[in-house]
C-alpha cells in the first residue's frame, strides 16, 4: 500500500485565490510527522510546513496552512492568496518512527493570472 | 551557509560505466538519504544511512551502493550503468531526533545513460 497518496497530479488557481492540495497518508506508528516541500522549476526542494502527529492544533507558516483530519488521515495543503510564484510541483511527505521519509507522486500547480 | 552540496549538477555517462555521486552535508545531521525522481514517480528512496556507520536499502536500491564515508559524507555508486538509471538524484540530510526534523535536499544531480 502507498504510504503517501496524491490523487491531483495538477490543479489550476487564479491568482489571488486560495486552493488545497490532497494528501492522504497510511501509517500504524502513532508518533509520525508530515512535511509539504515546494519544487520550481528550477529542481530545488523547499521545505514549507510541518505537522505532528500529535500536535493539536493545524500548523500555519505565512500563506501555508495544514488541514490534519487525524481521524481520516489526511494533510492536506492550504495555500492562500496564490501567487504567480506559487507556481510549482508540490511533495506530501512523511517520517515514521524509524526516520525514514515517503513521498508522494506530487501535484503539479499553475496559478493563473 | 552551504547545507547539502552534491556533486557533479550534471553528468553524461554511456552504458555499463561507473561513477560515484558525491554529497556533503556541513549541519550535523545524522541522518542522510540519497533518491532519485522519475517524471510522474515523486521522489523514490535508493538507500538511506540512519548515523553514521549504518546505511539501508530504500525502495530501489538494486544497481546501486552507498558509503557512509563519515558524519558529513554519503556517496552513491552506480557500478555499471544502464539507461534505466536515467535520471535526476538528490541528496538530502535530516536531524535524528524528533518528528519534526524535515529533510533539506541538495540541489540534485542529473544524470544522463546513453
Known amino acids: 500500500a502507498q504510504k503517501i497518496t496524491q490523487t491531483q497530479p495538477g490543479m489550476f488557481v487564479q491568482e489571488k485565490e486560495a486552493v488545497t492540495l490532497d494528501c492522504t497518508y497510511d501509517?500504524?506508528?502513532?508518533?509520525?510527522?508530515l512535511f509539504w516541500y515546494k519544487q520550481p522549476s528550477s529542481g530545488e526542494m523547499i521545505f514549507l510546513i510541518y505537522?505532528?502527529?500529535?500536535?493539536?492544533q493545524n500548523a500555519t507558516e505565512g500563506r501555508y496552512s495544514l488541514n490534519f483530519q487525524k481521524a481520516r488521515k489526511s494533510a492536506n495543503l492550504v495555500i492562500s492568496a496564490s501567487q504567480l510564484g506559487d507556481s510549482a510541483m508540490y511533495f506530501c511527505?512523511?517520517?515514521?518512527?524509524?526516520?525514514?521519509?515517503?513521498f508522494g507522486t506530487g501535484t503539479s500547480l499553475t496559478v493563473i493570472p | 551557509n552551504a547545507g547539502v552540496t552534491q556533486t557533479p549538477k550534471f553528468q553524461v555517462l554511456k552504458t555499463g560505466q561507473s561513477m560515484t555521486l558525491q554529497c556533503a552535508q556541513d549541519?550535523?545531521?545524522?541522518?542522510m538519504y540519497w533518491y532519485r525522481q522519475d517524471p510522474g514517480m515523486g521522489l523514490r528512496l535508493i538507500y538511506y544511512?540512519?548515523?553514521?556507520?549504518?546505511?539501508d536499502k530504500g525502495e530501489v536500491p538494486n544497481g546501486y551502493n552507498v558509503s557512509r564515508l563519515n558524519k558529513r559524507e554519503f556517496s552513491l555508486r552506480l557500478e555499471s550503468a544502464a539507461p534505466s538509471q536515467t535520471s535526476v538524484y538528490f541528496c538530502?540530510?535530516?536531524?535524528?531526533?524528533?518528528?519534526?526534523?524535515?529533510?533539506?535536499f541538495g540541489d540534485g544531480t542529473r544524470l544522463s545513460i546513453l
Open positions: 538530502a540530510s535530516s536531524g535524528r531526533t524528533g518528528r519534526n526534523q524535515p529533510q533539506h
Open positions: 501509517t500504524s506508528d502513532p508518533s509520525y510527522g
Open positions: 505537522q505532528g502527529s500529535y500536535d493539536q
Open positions: 511527505a512523511m517520517r515514521e518512527l524509524g526516520g525514514q521519509f515517503y
Open positions: 549541519m550535523n545531521h545524522n541522518s
Open positions: 544511512s540512519a548515523s553514521e556507520g549504518t546505511t
